[in-house]
Nanobody, 125 residues
Framework: QVQLVESGGGLVQAGGSLRLSCATS????????LGWFRQAPGQEREFVASISRDGDTIYNGDSVKGRFTISRDNKKNTVYLQMNSLKPEDTAVYYC??????????????????WGQGTQVTVSS
Protein backbone atom coordinates (compact mmCIF):
# COMPACT_ATOMS: atom_id res chain seq x y z
CA GLN A 1 0.00 0.00 0.00
CA VAL A 2 1.14 3.50 -0.86
CA GLN A 3 -0.75 6.26 0.89
CA LEU A 4 -0.55 9.67 -0.73
CA VAL A 5 -1.70 12.85 0.96
CA GLU A 6 -2.10 16.09 -0.98
CA SER A 7 -2.05 19.56 0.54
CA GLY A 8 -1.75 23.17 -0.54
CA GLY A 9 -5.02 23.71 -2.34
CA GLY A 10 -7.22 26.72 -1.77
CA LEU A 11 -8.84 29.80 -3.25
CA VAL A 12 -6.70 32.16 -5.33
CA GLN A 13 -7.35 35.00 -7.74
CA ALA A 14 -6.63 34.66 -11.43
CA GLY A 15 -2.96 35.31 -12.12
CA GLY A 16 -1.93 34.05 -8.71
CA SER A 17 0.13 31.05 -7.65
CA LEU A 18 -0.21 27.97 -5.48
CA ARG A 19 2.10 25.11 -4.66
CA LEU A 20 0.62 21.70 -4.10
CA SER A 21 2.43 19.00 -2.16
CA CYS A 22 1.88 15.28 -2.05
CA ALA A 23 3.60 13.31 0.67
CA THR A 24 3.86 9.66 1.57
CA SER A 25 5.41 7.61 4.34
CA UNK A 26 6.28 4.86 1.88
CA UNK A 27 9.98 3.97 2.01
CA UNK A 28 9.83 3.01 -1.66
CA UNK A 29 8.69 6.45 -2.83
CA UNK A 30 11.80 6.98 -4.94
CA UNK A 31 10.98 3.84 -6.95
CA UNK A 32 7.82 5.28 -8.47
CA UNK A 33 7.09 7.61 -11.33
CA LEU A 34 4.51 10.11 -10.12
CA GLY A 35 1.81 12.18 -11.70
CA TRP A 36 -0.62 15.00 -11.04
CA PHE A 37 -4.12 14.92 -12.48
CA ARG A 38 -7.14 17.17 -12.03
CA GLN A 39 -10.87 16.77 -12.32
CA ALA A 40 -13.43 19.52 -12.69
CA PRO A 41 -17.13 18.89 -12.00
CA GLY A 42 -18.75 16.89 -14.75
CA GLN A 43 -15.46 16.30 -16.56
CA GLU A 44 -13.06 13.41 -16.90
CA ARG A 45 -9.85 13.31 -14.91
CA GLU A 46 -7.21 15.19 -16.88
CA PHE A 47 -3.44 14.66 -17.00
CA VAL A 48 -1.47 17.62 -15.65
CA ALA A 49 2.14 16.51 -15.27
CA SER A 50 4.35 13.54 -14.53
CA ILE A 51 7.89 12.98 -13.31
CA SER A 52 10.20 9.98 -13.49
CA ARG A 53 11.80 8.22 -10.54
CA ASP A 54 14.94 10.34 -10.65
CA GLY A 55 13.20 13.53 -11.78
CA ASP A 56 15.00 13.65 -15.12
CA THR A 57 11.98 13.05 -17.33
CA ILE A 58 8.98 15.34 -17.08
CA TYR A 59 5.84 15.56 -19.14
CA ASN A 60 3.27 18.34 -18.99
CA GLY A 61 -0.27 18.57 -20.23
CA ASP A 62 -0.86 21.05 -23.03
CA SER A 63 -3.13 23.23 -20.95
CA VAL A 64 -0.50 23.87 -18.26
CA LYS A 65 2.74 24.07 -20.24
CA GLY A 66 4.78 27.09 -19.27
CA ARG A 67 2.70 27.70 -16.14
CA PHE A 68 2.94 24.57 -13.96
CA THR A 69 6.09 22.81 -12.80
CA ILE A 70 6.31 19.36 -11.26
CA SER A 71 9.22 18.41 -9.03
CA ARG A 72 10.07 15.83 -6.40
CA ASP A 73 12.26 15.47 -3.34
CA ASN A 74 12.96 11.79 -2.76
CA LYS A 75 14.60 12.50 0.58
CA LYS A 76 11.37 14.06 1.81
CA ASN A 77 9.10 11.55 0.02
CA THR A 78 7.24 14.46 -1.53
CA VAL A 79 6.18 15.55 -4.99
CA TYR A 80 5.25 19.14 -5.75
CA LEU A 81 3.21 21.03 -8.31
CA GLN A 82 4.06 24.71 -8.59
CA MET A 83 1.19 26.48 -10.31
CA ASN A 84 1.70 29.99 -11.65
CA SER A 85 -0.46 32.34 -13.73
CA LEU A 86 -3.55 30.50 -12.60
CA LYS A 87 -6.73 30.80 -14.63
CA PRO A 88 -10.36 30.16 -13.68
CA GLU A 89 -10.31 27.10 -15.94
CA ASP A 90 -7.66 25.58 -13.65
CA THR A 91 -10.35 25.17 -11.00
CA ALA A 92 -10.57 21.47 -10.13
CA VAL A 93 -9.73 18.84 -7.58
CA TYR A 94 -6.07 17.96 -7.98
CA TYR A 95 -4.83 14.43 -7.37
CA CYS A 96 -1.37 12.97 -7.13
CA UNK A 97 -0.77 9.40 -8.17
CA UNK A 98 1.98 6.80 -8.05
CA UNK A 99 2.87 4.35 -10.78
CA UNK A 100 3.94 1.21 -8.96
CA UNK A 101 3.82 -1.21 -11.87
CA UNK A 102 5.47 -0.40 -15.18
CA UNK A 103 3.09 1.18 -17.66
CA UNK A 104 3.42 2.38 -21.21
CA UNK A 105 1.96 5.83 -20.76
CA UNK A 106 2.57 8.58 -18.23
CA UNK A 107 -0.56 10.37 -19.44
CA UNK A 108 -3.25 7.81 -18.69
CA UNK A 109 -5.04 7.40 -15.37
CA UNK A 110 -4.90 3.64 -15.99
CA UNK A 111 -1.12 3.74 -15.63
CA UNK A 112 -1.31 4.75 -11.97
CA UNK A 113 -1.93 2.37 -9.12
CA UNK A 114 -2.32 4.56 -6.06
CA TRP A 115 -4.08 7.89 -5.67
CA GLY A 116 -4.37 10.57 -3.06
CA GLN A 117 -7.69 11.90 -1.81
CA GLY A 118 -7.40 15.14 -3.77
CA THR A 119 -7.14 18.82 -2.89
CA GLN A 120 -9.46 21.53 -4.18
CA VAL A 121 -8.05 24.43 -6.18
CA THR A 122 -10.41 27.29 -6.95
CA VAL A 123 -9.36 30.22 -9.13
CA SER A 124 -11.60 33.27 -9.08
CA SER A 125 -11.83 35.70 -11.97
Amino acid sequence: QVQLVESGGGLVQAGGSLRLSCATSSRTFSHYPLGWFRQAPGQEREFVASISRDGDTIYNGDSVKGRFTISRDNKKNTVYLQMNSLKPEDTAVYYCAAQVYDAASAYSTRSYDYWGQGTQVTVSS
